[in-house]
């Protein structure tokens, strides 16, 4: 059996960029079941001398890890399905409802992307006051819903969807809400499993936003939480890296749940007709 050598380099490279993208992960888990003495050392020792969890077992009896993850959970849900409620029927009316002024309009959405949230701090700062919401998970979480790129792909897939059903729909005697809510969502679940992805780790990764809005510590979220190991334990990296370690797990498992619904979408989206 011949091998064909541009393809084992193929294989050669696409090895490399997995490990690329997987070492940090591997590196945190290993660092997370050291000794704080073994990790700030002149010596480097890539595997633990004397593998513990007691780092895991420090994070969840000496800090609020358990409450931090909860309202990580409450702010990253929350916004994922306002982000479905928002986005879906906003595309769906960019794919399938001709009006005036509808790619001005779609365009205009899209250069929202374009826009660094650095930018929104202080006028967000400013709103959420006046309505006395801060220190609230609520001002945590709004801005982060209706994401322009959730937009964007559910706009793509919708309009790979034929117009042929619709018009039979219509035949039928089928309101744009029914043909919306029985055909074009069920249709458009795999894209929908993209954009819950996006915006749930969107949310649970979010950390400048909530350092600024959220005040009390009990109140924090994860990604808060983790760094404020810095500031009330010194700057333990042990530490740090099993919170870390905590605060991937639901972002695997939400993918690892999703990932057959993205393949079937990718796999789809050039059918039409």
Do not use: C
Request: charged share 10%; glycine share 6%.
């Amino acid at each position: 059996m011949r091998h064909n050598p541009k393809k084992i380099l193929l294989r050669i490279f696409e090895l490399l960029i997995i490990f690329i993208w997987v070492f940090p992960l591997i590196w945190m888990v290993i660092t997370s079941l050291k000794l704080e003495q073994d990790v700030i050392t002149k010596t480097f020792t890539f595997w633990p001398r004397n593998p513990t969890f007691a780092n895991y077992t420090k994070a969840f009896t000496s800090t609020y890890i358990l409450n931090w993850m909860g309202n990580s959970f409450i702010v990253s849900l929350g916004a994922m399905l306002i982000t479905l409620v928002v986005d879906a029927p906003i595309a769906y009316a960019f794919a399938k409802i001709k009006f005036r002024g509808r790619n001005v309009l779609f365009w205009a959405v899209m250069g929202g992307m374009m826009v660094p949230f650095q930018v929104l701090i202080v006028p967000l700062y400013l709103q959420f006051n006046s309505y006395g919401m801060i220190n609230t998970l609520a001002a945590a979480l709004l801005p982060r819903v209706a994401l322009p790129i959730g937009i964007f792909i559910l706009k793509q897939f919708y309009e790979g969807i034929p117009i042929d059903l619709e018009e039979a729909a219509f035949i039928d005697g089928s309101s744009r809400y029914r043909i919306f809510s029985k055909i074009i969502l069920p249709l458009g679940q795999s894209a929908m499993a993209t954009v819950i992805i996006l915006s749930f780790i969107n949310a649970w990764n979010d950390f400048l936003w909530p350092l600024i809005v959220i005040n009390d510590t009990i109140k924090y979220t994860i990604t808060v939480g983790i760094a404020n190991f810095q500031g009330t334990h010194g700057t333990q990296y042990s530490l740090i890296m099993a919170g870390a370690a905590v605060a991937s797990i639901p972002q695997i498992l939400f993918y690892i749940f999703f990932r057959k619904k993205i393949i079937a979408g990718i796999a789809t989206s050039g059918l039409k007709g």
